[in-house]
């Protein structure tokens, strides 16, 4: 049975798992770029690196999807994990894919195990990221270790309150207090780890500084047990000025934060709430994230698909998503400028918000403990959490140019400044309706911003 | 059961299927249900069908089950149902609603094997819903003693 | 047989038409917008109006393309004529017609005669343009009146020099003088036609002074002749400042040089060159058109497809585009800004040349004498020009950011500062090689600059 | 015929179909050609195959005839091909490239019937010309009677 440092692996998984030595040394050897060396690239090019969601059940469908989609040349590829091995329910996983491996929505790796994740590595020339959603991803980050994918995806904050309903806050960030101490041996062992950091968190109408709060809050985590190389993603909301300058505001707010031995890559996710069906409105919106993650200077690209509103979209239309954003962010676009003083205006504003919002926590003596009372308390928030662990009172709208602001900030800790200007920019929208069937049409109105432009130029 | 006063609410239980944690629209749902009057008892995310069984038997004014199911999971997060059927439990309208097979071409036999499974009902779009609990409600008050 | 006011009609096809004032009568009341109507309203909302080219050969078929179209919602519909047609081998469309329409490259209106064109025009909720490229399209024009049809494109100049090989100037100009004419007559009959003159001319690498000035002097003497609406095209060249300053040139141009109670309308056509055929990069110069269309002002765009390098598109690819384009011009990208200085500069520019092209002839007592002698003597002139009547020594290049300039512009009448502005802006691009294989080379780079973007990310 | 002494230049015969007007394609291999030591006749667009055997007729030396088209006429264009052979005429190679028929979606029925009327050679890219024309000019030396 191997033994990890720091790192708790159920009994089950770990029997079936190499030993730690074997693990590093097979992760030391591997050829070729890791996600670190792509993203570098990208930034020095200042063109974002491009990577789909891909997982599918079976295990000779998944070879083949990624082989497909290494056709539309992106410059990383996922392994998106199935909901049952996410939610630990690696029984179930099994089951489906032993009945039918089609209906399950993504790769159960941990079913599968890590021969046959390092046949998936082995089978594209491109490194490969393990993304999931996971409150207690332990046993899949060993799993994706030995199988020889050193990127991986989630966070205590981001991968508990979105994706689950009652894992407490202080659980999911002591189990991925292992993961990222496991990446701080790994990295003084020579192994270089990119942690993912999922700043969409429940992705529909997510204020920027709500986003950045968690992911600088987990990032300070992770850089604290050793973690030396650290994604920040952020999910486009859709008003490009606030967009852009979300993604200006991860590094400004790193190198204020974080420990500057930490490289610290700025992602987008293109789009990530209700997506328009029309295909037309569908490509207009993966172009439009593609321009938003240049200009932010994002190292990387997680691109949509045309089908993102059906369902889990074939290998056809994930290549084309994965084309049209690299069109979307080629030099076919480099016209396009920017209202700079909005984009600094906005950048302002959001420094200073993440500023109000980290800066009590990370006041306090012990990190994991003050971020799990901060949501207690209201003083940190998501609004549509999954989980009964925050609070779910902070209502976002948007703006009348499309921009999200807080409506109702609730309990988070706002100066009187930032409450005014949030009140004011909202102030041009329709007066907020009352609890009941028109505040509802209000809020539907705004989650479906994109949605709703479908189909294109009706008759 | 006996048959409820007419002011008292309706009340109907809500919640997403055991491995999907989407929670837009189970919240908006419940939001617009409750505006409409009725008792919601909210389930969330994350739901095993036996908890969708328990909270019937805490709340038997229940009129209908209200399951979402939005990651593609539906038939294998429900396959429980004729189970817990034949044990007598949830008999009550199971109303099924979200994208309910994986993958972006949807066909008719994603839906047929969960009303295999006993999904009574399969609504689309959010404007089925009220109508539908309407018609579910009138059918049942000629024979109170349905639950 | 039919008799039209100064418009002469081959006996053959007059005697298949109904008579002059049944054809003014039928107009007059057909229901609905016209052409002109569409343009306004584009130019009220700032949103340009969306076409198709289409035009398949059979009856049926047409019908049924027009109607898949509609629901994709242009704003006016094309029927694009056959190559046989345009140069009046009707014979031949005849012919072909009736063994296989499949295999004509267009819709054979004369061949199908005046009362299919009236129920292709019925088919549809939009007004229709009849499209070709017939040096003499006098019979065309009276089959598509006939037909309900008044919206015509076409011109002396350019619908001669790209569209075949031995019709002198003279010829095609009296031809189309004949055109104008009676659609003067029309106008005071109180039928109003839109005539679009083709500035696109050969569509490779054209620069914009030509097809501005060549248009320019079509429209003089479309306006002469009494025609009150007219559409100018211009062709997308690819460099969107260039592009946006040459459709705002229509408008200023147009002020300076046409009688003021004629409409002008700019249309632009996406990219007319050698086009992608991978189907990300043919996307996104789809919606790069429609992004230079809005910001131009245009008041129609003629959209292109996905198909376009590959042949004549099919009714899917085609809605597509018209959809994609629908995006492109729409709310959600007007984020885009564009450095107003360098669209100011080029403005500047083209207004300057076109000047020193037209104004000499415009100079002339005989206005259409003075194009024909000023083709001859190379003071007006275009690259690639399929006719023997231009003298075809103009060479473009494409400046180091991707504009159209004059590498060589012959003995076009231009000022010593024009010359020197273009030679200084090419004098960053490779130096022009001797005549010779680099020489071609350079040249096909240029002229594939969007097409070999082909295809995106090859792995 | 008689065979041309060695440092004379190769004549070929360039064109256009008969209804096809684009000029591009056709100017940029004439220059191409010429850049490579040819004599090229070339005809422009818009040329009808028996102006190709007028000039065939004018300029005997010419080793082969290069017919572009890309409108998609290509077949209806070149029909007279076996009546000018049997004629006797244009009894030389006839090279053509361009896109070939109407549509998006070629078939390779397409091109047949296109040989089936005597084309000798299919090119699809420009890369392909010069090799061919030097293939064709040295299967042609063995027997210089050929013309
Ligand atoms: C936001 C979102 C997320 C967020 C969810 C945050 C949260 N906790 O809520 C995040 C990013 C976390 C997420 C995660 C995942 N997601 Co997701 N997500 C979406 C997205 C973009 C929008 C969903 C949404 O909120 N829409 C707005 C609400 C109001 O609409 P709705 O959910 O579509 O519901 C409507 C109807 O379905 C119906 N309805 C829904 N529920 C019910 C219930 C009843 C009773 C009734 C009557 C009607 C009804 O009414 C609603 C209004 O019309 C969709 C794609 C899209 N639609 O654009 C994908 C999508 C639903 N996700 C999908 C998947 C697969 C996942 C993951 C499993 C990851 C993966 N493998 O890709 C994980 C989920 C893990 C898990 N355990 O379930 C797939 C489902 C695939 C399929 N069916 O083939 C989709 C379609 C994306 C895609 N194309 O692949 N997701
Ligand atoms: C520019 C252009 C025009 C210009 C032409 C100006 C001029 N006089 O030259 C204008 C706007 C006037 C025009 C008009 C028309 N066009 Co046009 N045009 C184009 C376009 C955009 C580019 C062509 C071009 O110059 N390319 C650059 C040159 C260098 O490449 P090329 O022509 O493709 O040639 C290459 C090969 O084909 C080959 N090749 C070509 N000729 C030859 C000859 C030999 C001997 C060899 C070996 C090789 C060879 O080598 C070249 C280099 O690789 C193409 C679409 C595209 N490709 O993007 C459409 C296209 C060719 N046009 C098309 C059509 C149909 C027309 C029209 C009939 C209008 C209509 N119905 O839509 C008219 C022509 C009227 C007529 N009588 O022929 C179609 C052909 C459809 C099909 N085959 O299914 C195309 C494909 C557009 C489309 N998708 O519908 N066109």
């Known amino acids: 049975m191997a033994e990890f440092p720091g790192l708790e692996v159920s009994a089950a998984v770990a029997a079936r798992l190499p030993d730690w030595d074997d693990i590093v040394a097979y992760l030391r050897n591997r050829p070729g770029d890791t996600v670190p060396d792509v993203l570098r690239a990208a930034d020095r090019s200042g063109v974002p690196a491009i990577q789909p969601r891909c997982g599918v059940g079976g295990h000779a469908e998944m070879l083949a999807l990624l082989r497909e989609l290494a056709l539309s040349a992106p410059s990383v590829l996922s392994v998106t994990i199935d909901s049952y091995t996410r939610l630990r329910q690696f029984d179930v996983a099994a089951r489906v894919l032993a009945e039918e491996p089609a209906r399950l929505n993504g790769y159960p790796l941990v079913a599968h195990g890590w021969q046959r994740g390092r046949e998936l590595a082995d089978a594209v020339p491109v490194p490969l990221e393990v993304r999931h959603g996971s409150p207690d991803g332990r046993d899949l980050f060993a799993t994706a270790l030995a199988a020889g994918i050193t990127s991986f995806e989630g966070g205590g904050i981001g991968y508990n309150l979105p994706y689950c309903k009652d894992v407490p806050l202080d659980v999911s960030l002591r189990s991925w207090q292992q993961v990222d101490a496991a990446c701080g041996a790994l990295a003084d062992a020579g192994v270089l780890v990119d942690r993912e950091l999922f700043g969409t968190l429940t992705a529909v109408l997510v204020p920027p500084s709500i986003s950045l709060a968690v992911t600088l809050l987990e990032a300070v985590a992770a850089a604290r047990e050793g973690v030396r190389c650290i994604s920040i993603s952020y999910p486009q909301g859709g008003e490009i000025h606030q967009d852009v300058a979300a993604l200006r505001a991860v590094r400004t707010l790193a190198a204020r934060y974080l420990d500057p031995r930490v490289e610290v890559f700025p992602v987008l996710h293109q789009f990530m709430g209700a997506f328009p069906a029309d295909p037309a409105w569908a490509s207009g919106l993966i172009l439009h994230g593609a321009l938003t993650a240049r200009l932010g200077g994002a190292s990387k690209v997680v691109n949509k698909t045309e089908q993102e509103a059906r369902g889990l979209p074939d290998a056809d239309a994930n290549g084309k998503g994965i084309r049209l954003t690299a069109v979307g962010a080629s030099s076919m676009f480099d016209f396009v400028e920017l209202d700079a003083d909005r984009v600094a205006e906005e950048l302002h504003w959001i420094e200073e918000e993440v500023a109000e919002l980290v800066e009590p926590v990370l006041a306090e003596e012990d990190l994991l403990a003050a971020i799990g009372a901060a949501f207690r308390t209201g003083r940190l928030d998501v609004p549509f959490s999954a989980s009964v662990h925050a609070r779910n009172q902070v209502i976002p709208r948007r703006d009348p140019g499309g921009a999200i602001r807080y409506a109702d900030h609730s309990a988070l800790p706002f100066s009187g400044a930032t409450r005014r200007r949030h009140a004011a920019l909202l102030a041009g929208s329709a007066p907020a309706p009352r609890p009941g069937p028109g505040e509802i049409t209000a809020v539907i109105r705004d989650i479906s911003y994109f949605a709703d432009r479908t189909p294109a130029r009706t008759p | ?147």
Chains 1, 3 share one sequence.
């Open chain 2, 1 to 147: 059961m006996t048959p409820l006063p007419t002011d008292q609410p309706r009340t109907v239980i809500l919640g997403v299927a055991a491995s999907d944690a989407h929670a837009v629209a189970n919240q908006l749902i419940c939001r617009l249900l409750r505006a409409h009057g009725f008792h919601v008892v909210n389930l969330g995310v994350c739901t095993p069908l036996h908890e969708f069984a328990d909270a019937l038997d805490a709340e038997p004014a229940a009129e209908a089950i209200l399951i979402g199911s939005v990651n593609g999971h539906a038939y294998a997060d429900l396959r429980d149902l004729p189970e817990l059927r034949r044990q007598g439990r949830l008999d009550r309208p199971v109303v099924l609603g979200g994208n309910l097979s994986v993958g972006a071409h949807k066909r008719s036999a994603d839906l047929d094997r969960l009303t295999a499974l006993g999904v009574d009902h399969i609504v689309t779009g959010l404007s089925e819903l009220l109508p539908l609990l309407d018609t579910l409600h009138a059918a049942r008050q000629p024979a109170p003693q349905h639950g």
